[in-house]
DNA sequence: TATACTAATGACTGTTCAGTCAGTTTGTCA
DNA sequence: TGACAAACTGACTGAACAGTCATTAGTATA
């Protein structure tokens, strides 16, 4: 196994028993069966290892969501939300408990800006998916909308991580897509109006450059080996440099590697700079 | 001022912004203009220094919020709660960005254990008070309702705490009471349900004994100087080792010390044994 | 087989920091 | 005034730990 990944895995699971504090550079090579220098010839420091963590996380569930808002054209798209939210925490649970448990803006300015970053691009989508089943019903209090939806997600979280048994996940999604629905349609007065909304979120998120896109594009192809997926990385790229395909095909070529663990932010990236 | 109380004020605000790891006792002392030494007479160490901090802001707000329950009895009481809660939240900033920062399950079991303890009172107390409000008729969603009510204090409490403008506590309080009172009125698929809640929930809180609650209000009563505080503390004490009030009487003493910083949580504590 | 190159090792280094303790100051009371 | 105690000081200690680097193992190429 690749050992950058063998070493992000690890770490997740002494770092949810244990968190970072108590965990030390040391105790997770011997886990992984490796040595102290094989560490740092995979990550410059331990600092970097969280970061790495925490995106890998983020980029992941921001790319499938973002899936589902732009896949989805029914009433359902909450109800797929939900569940895919709710999947990903019970797969990933290490992760989950460790992001959950060490909210770690702490650590350093660069962990804030980066979760404000993700949160921005949340807050975006959800925004969009609300307007798309509501219409123009909810203007007046979408923004107030996001906030309680984000909320009742980090409520029942905590059930979901830190709870052993096996959880109904279809139930889950079902009630809470009937709370928001509720609220959607009963809400009077909300907290946040459409003055202070705007003005707590300011939806620039910067775009990405394509000099930055194919160099990460680079990096994809030296790391996976399906090729398939190679040759849709490789077509893409020449697509960049000089565009010569229409919107149909790129479309395929980015869901060819949409599920591909190691290409999903970078597909999620592709499909924003071509819109 | 007392020296323990100096120790949590300024740490608290070391910790808020750079956060527990980054702050040594040495950066606590120097900002608090005493020595090392010092430091080590006021506290064990300084995991305990944390644990006094969380222990002082959630026995602050616990006992707050009982008062509240038990002093009420329109449905109002839910506003009054909300109210209260952010209103502490705005008053101790510091506190609880630190609290939410550092979610600090990992530093010990000791934390975790703690932090269970408050949120089954929590619990306890949000239960009595839906069911005050509401009746028989919540009863199949009354878990749930808890859970919602929960994930939403914690969205909306992001806002109240890293905005830094000046918030409208009323608004607040209103917009989130209006949420609860919608959903518990439309509910009707819940997530928690009845047996699933009473298996998550036993709310078995331990009783605590007599001879605790004496040496505290020993330990109180050295350290505070007003003197109807201290006379009501020495007739409470009296009457705990032979009972020789009625109910009133102990009531109106009881009321006597609650709003001093230093006896809220022992009239808590009085309140639910005397009960 | 020799050579060149990369991957991997783990003992070592420098630093940070919680906690200690021998000694000093301040306060109290006879 | 002096005896005694309590409060306070800060230099010091030892442990933990992130990160380095000289050396070795492994592998491809000529």
């Not at 909210?103 to 800006?113: F, G, P, R």
């Amino acid at each position: 196994m690749n050992k950058k990944q063998l070493i992000m895995e690890k770490s997740i699971e002494l770092f949810a028993n244990q968190g970072i504090k108590k965990t030390s550079v040391q105790q997770i090579t011997e886990y992984c069966g490796i040595s102290k220098g094989a560490f740092y010839l995979s990550f410059k420091s331990k600092d970097e290892l969280i970061l790495a963590i925490i995106d890998h996380f983020m980029q992941q569930i921001t790319a499938d969501i973002d899936h589902v808002v732009r896949t989805n054209h029914t009433k359902d798209i909450l109800y797929q939300i939900f569940h895919k939210i709710f999947k990903a925490f019970l797969q990933h649970r290490d992760l989950a408990k460790f992001l959950m448990i060490e909210q770690n803006h702490s650590l350093n300015k660069e962990l804030l800006t980066r979760m404000q970053y993700y949160h921005k691009i949340a807050d975006k989508t959800f925004l969009e998916m609300l307007e798309r089943i509501y219409g123009e019903s909810i203007n007046e209090i979408k923004y107030d909308l996001i906030y309680a939806i984000k909320g009742l997600i980090n409520g029942y979280a905590d059930i979901v991580i830190f709870n052993n048994g096996k959880l109904d996940l279809d139930l889950i999604a079902t009630s809470l897509v009937e709370k928001v629905d509720i609220l959607a349609k009963n809400i009077t007065t909300p907290f946040i109006t459409l003055e202070t909304g705007e003005m707590f979120q300011d939806f620039l998120i910067e775009e990405i450059s394509k000099e930055k896109l194919i160099s990460m594009i680079d990096t994809s192809l030296k790391e996976i080996e399906e090729s398939i997926e190679k040759e849709s990385l490789v077509t893409l790229k020449q697509h960049l440099i000089e565009p010569s395909y229409n919107r149909a095909i790129i479309n395929g070529l980015i869901e060819n590697i949409r599920n591909h663990p190691d290409c999903k932010w970078l597909s999620y990236l592709l499909r924003r700079y071509i819109r």
